[in-house]
């Protein structure tokens, strides 16, 4: 039972274009999202998060959407740049629920174009 | 200290034989994670602790595996009699807990079990 769901396992975009990255979920409890991204032979690094209680979030070219009523989010990355070809995973856990594990989606890769 | 490292990185066993894998947290951090990775999939959470405490665990987590953190600061994880099927990127976080969620990744240990 895949709870956290990435359906597009790649996706090319041009540089200084948008890249727009989908995660959908099934558990209702899950309160806390994060967004990773992975360079071969590298541990995930810690991009982005947002929190249930909010809709969106931005760190500078990077913007997080939630749509809870949907079960959705969404990674923006504005512009898109070549360093930023890597796997991206979304990941959700319920803190609230008193449980601190997450679970991982299984990624899409994003290739930026020069 | 700049970074969750992980020792070694790379593991080649013989099916049957007992491997232990290190992990040192961030220094501040009271929260630590194992997951594993197999290609194509995203992290799969196996246990976490909250200062030595061992709080959480995947039912992933056969009576073959055990993780120690005895003074809260590193961490072990050892499988016995490993198998084939064990074969993965073993990843461990750490995160600061309370009101910070991030988990921060260290480089993985990859297990190979011929």
């Known amino acids: 039972d895949q709870q956290v769901k990435q359906n597009s396992p790649s996706l090319s975009v041009q540089e200084g274009r948008i890249s727009i990255l989908n995660c959908d979920y099934t558990?209702?409890?899950?309160?806390?999202f994060l967004w990773y991204k992975k360079y071969p032979a590298e541990g995930p690094t810690f991009l982005i998060s947002?929190?249930?209680?909010?809709d969106k979030n931005e760190d500078g070219r990077f913007t997080v959407f939630l749509n809870k009523s949907a079960k959705h989010l969404s990674l923006h990355i504005v512009p898109s740049q070549p360093g930023d070809s890597a796997v991206y995973f979304c990941?959700?856990?319920?803190?609230?629920?008193?449980?601190?594990?997450?679970?991982f989606g299984t990624g899409t890769r994003l290739k930026v174009l020069a | 200290d700049t970074g969750v490292s992980q020792n070694p990185r790379h593991k080649i066993t013989k099916r049957g034989q007992n491997v232990t894998f290190r992990c040192d947290p961030i220094s501040e951090h009271n929260r630590l994670y194992w997951y594993r990775q197999t290609l194509g999939q995203g992290p799969e959470f196996l246990t976490y602790?909250?200062?030595?405490?061992?709080?959480?665990k995947s039912r992933l987590l056969s009576d073959r595996f055990s993780a120690e953190r005895p003074k809260g600061s590193f961490s072990t994880l050892e499988i016995q009699r490993t198998e084939q099927g064990d074969s993965a990127m073993y990843l461990c976080?750490?995160?600061?807990?309370?009101?910070?969620?991030?988990?921060?990744f260290g480089p993985g240990t990859r297990l190979t079990v011929t």
């Open positions: 990941a959700a856990s319920a803190e609230n629920s008193g449980t601190y594990k997450y679970i």
């Open positions: 976080a750490s995160s600061l807990g309370e009101s910070t969620y991030e988990q921060y």
């Open positions: 602790f909250q200062n030595e405490a061992q709080l959480e």
């Open positions: 947002i929190s249930s209680i909010k």
């Open positions: 558990n209702s409890m899950f309160d806390y």
